[in-house]
């Protein structure tokens, strides 16, 4: 009672205030943290930023979690992890400036702050953290380092994200000759490089180069994981997406199937990669003219990524291409525009999010037969989903 009762007279002050995310959570006043930094001494903070950090990595959920909450602990954090990230690169405003008990696990929150931004869409606020965390993992262990690769991998994959292709590459190939001296060959590490340099070269349209990178990626989860577990999914979709670029689309289809199975068990049927796989399980009936099959898969799709944007605030990268190609599909099946504009009309979809370009976009698209463009029509990858979040300490 007295804890509460000195909050409430700080609150008072405004020295303080109640965040509006929890009851039991409250602010400080950007000048009252200056002075207290200032008068702790550089000591007790360094101390006090240890025994946060550590805090934060006892209370972060792991890989797995994270992924099938969809960054439910990351949103309510955001705030908090970002100002404490400022205030640690005032504090040691050169990566070699930061003390060694503390690189670690700064590094890998800071990593992991930004694959929640890169998951939900705010790809100029994670670049410059992922940039900041592999600089500090650099200074701290080396450059042939496997946390090194993981910073690697994910700033590619940003790259990847934003259409830089040719900036990806370089970073895949070094990330992926870490691990291998690192774990061995056949390890799951090796097999996340092979995999994250396999859709690259996929989205690049080197698939003669792709295919053996992602065969192997698959065979090495297979043999480590369970057959239900979410990395073998992962391989089977990005594995059956190769065959439906070749146009080896009756060995894609059983691919395909399976991995939704497993992600719809895994995840829970409502997750954005449960999307993913219903997108491209309906590309593949729509590409073999299956129409009436690829509708509910793809109405499934948007609903939820229309889903996920409400929950987070922030669009779904994916939302608007599935839209405008959902609404496409429609129109090809003989429905008018006006009515695809109304189905979402009444949940307050409307043209917010891509149903004003359904007709126009979407129509067009659907004379492409499912091509694999990086806009609607386009055959998904797990970026950005399977992201690999270090978390710092381990």
């Given at each position: 009672?007295?804890?509460?009762?000195?909050?409430?007279?700080?609150?008072?002050?405004?020295?303080?205030?109640?965040?509006?995310?929890?009851?039991?959570?409250?602010?400080?006043?950007?000048?009252?943290?200056?002075?207290?930094?200032?008068?702790?001494?550089?000591?007790?903070?360094?101390?006090?930023?240890?025994?946060?950090?550590?805090?934060?990595?006892?209370?972060?959920?792991?890989?797995?979690?994270?992924?099938?909450?969809?960054y439910r602990w990351h949103r309510q954090m955001d705030q908090h992890l970002s100002g404490l990230f400022a205030f640690t690169e005032q504090l040691w405003p050169k990566t070699d400036q930061i003390p060694e008990s503390i690189a670690n696990r700064l590094a890998g929150q800071i990593n992991n702050l930004a694959s929640f931004y890169?998951?939900?869409?705010?790809?100029?606020?994670?670049?410059?953290?992922?940039?900041?965390?592999?600089?500090?993992?650099?200074?701290?262990?080396?450059?042939?380092?496997?946390?090194?690769?993981?910073?690697?991998?994910?700033?590619?994959?940003?790259?990847?994200?934003?259409?830089?292709?040719?900036?990806?590459?370089?970073?895949?190939?070094?990330?992926?000759?870490?691990?291998?001296?690192?774990?061995?060959?056949?390890?799951?590490?090796?097999?996340?490089?092979?995999?994250?340099?396999?859709?690259?070269?996929?989205?690049?349209?080197?698939?003669?180069?792709?295919?053996?990178?992602?065969?192997?990626?698959?065979?090495?989860?297979?043999?480590?994981?369970?057959?239900?577990?979410?990395?073998?999914?992962?391989?089977?979709?990005?594995?059956?997406?190769?065959?439906?670029?070749?146009?080896?689309?009756?060995?894609?289809?059983?691919?395909?199937?399976?991995?939704?199975?497993?992600?719809?068990?895994?995840?829970?049927?409502?997750?954005?990669?449960?999307?993913?796989?219903?997108?491209?399980?309906?590309?593949?009936?729509?590409?073999?003219?299956?129409?009436?099959?690829?509708?509910?898969?793809?109405?499934?799709?948007?609903?939820?990524?229309?889903?996920?944007?409400?929950?987070?605030?922030?669009?779904?990268?994916?939302?608007?291409?599935?839209?405008?190609?959902?609404?496409?599909?429609?129109?090809?099946?003989?429905?008018?525009?006006?009515?695809?504009?109304?189905?979402?009309?009444?949940?307050?979809?409307?043209?917010?999010?891509?149903?004003?370009?359904?007709?126009?976009?979407?129509?067009?698209?659907?004379?492409?037969?499912?091509?694999?463009?990086?806009?609607?029509?386009?055959?998904?990858?797990?970026?950005?989903?399977?992201?690999?979040?270090?978390?710092?300490?381990?």
């Amino acid at each position: 009672m007295a804890w509460r009762g000195a909050l409430a007279e700080l609150a008072g002050y405004s020295m303080i205030k109640r965040d509006e995310g929890g009851k039991d959570c409250f602010g400080m006043h950007r000048l009252v943290q200056e002075t207290v930094r200032l008068k702790l001494g550089r000591d007790h903070v360094e101390a006090f930023v240890g025994l946060v950090l550590a805090m934060i990595h006892e209370d972060c959920p792991d890989y797995d979690e994270a992924i099938k909450t969809m960054y439910r602990w990351h949103r309510q954090m955001d705030q908090h992890l970002s100002g404490l990230f400022a205030f640690t690169e005032q504090l040691w405003p050169k990566t070699d400036q930061i003390p060694e008990s503390i690189a670690n696990r700064l590094a890998g929150q800071i990593n992991n702050l930004a694959s929640f931004y890169q998951a939900t869409n705010r790809l100029a606020e994670a670049e410059p953290q992922m940039l900041r965390a592999l600089a500090i993992d650099k200074v701290a262990y080396g450059p042939d380092h496997p946390n090194v690769a993981i910073h690697l991998n994910n700033l590619a994959q940003l790259y990847q994200d934003t259409n830089r292709l040719m900036e990806a590459e370089p970073l895949m190939l070094r990330a992926l000759a870490i691990d291998e001296v690192f774990y061995g060959p056949d390890h799951p590490e090796v097999a996340r490089a092979l995999n994250n340099l396999a859709l690259l070269y996929h989205a690049m349209n080197r698939l003669g180069e792709a295919e053996p990178l992602m065969m192997r990626a698959f065979v090495i989860f297979e043999a480590f994981y369970s057959p239900d577990h979410c990395k073998v999914a992962q391989a089977l979709n990005n594995l059956a997406l190769l065959y439906h670029a070749t146009n080896r689309l009756l060995e894609a289809e059983p691919l395909m199937l399976r991995a939704l199975a497993i992600d719809e068990v895994f995840y829970g049927p409502d997750h954005p990669v449960v999307a993913i796989r219903l997108n491209n399980l309906a590309q593949l009936y729509i590409s073999t003219n299956r129409l009436l099959e690829a509708e509910p898969l793809m109405k499934r799709t948007v609903e939820i990524f229309i889903d996920f944007t409400r929950r987070n605030g922030r669009e779904h990268p994916y939302l608007r291409a599935t839209t405008e190609y959902y609404g496409g599909l429609l129109i090809a099946m003989g429905e008018s525009r006006e009515r695809v504009m109304a189905r979402f009309a009444g949940d307050g979809a409307g043209d917010d999010w891509g149903w004003r370009n359904a007709g126009r976009k979407g129509a067009a698209m659907m004379g492409r037969k499912g091509g694999h463009g990086k806009k609607g029509g386009a055959a998904m990858g797990d970026c950005p989903y399977n992201i690999n979040i270090m978390m710092g300490g381990e």
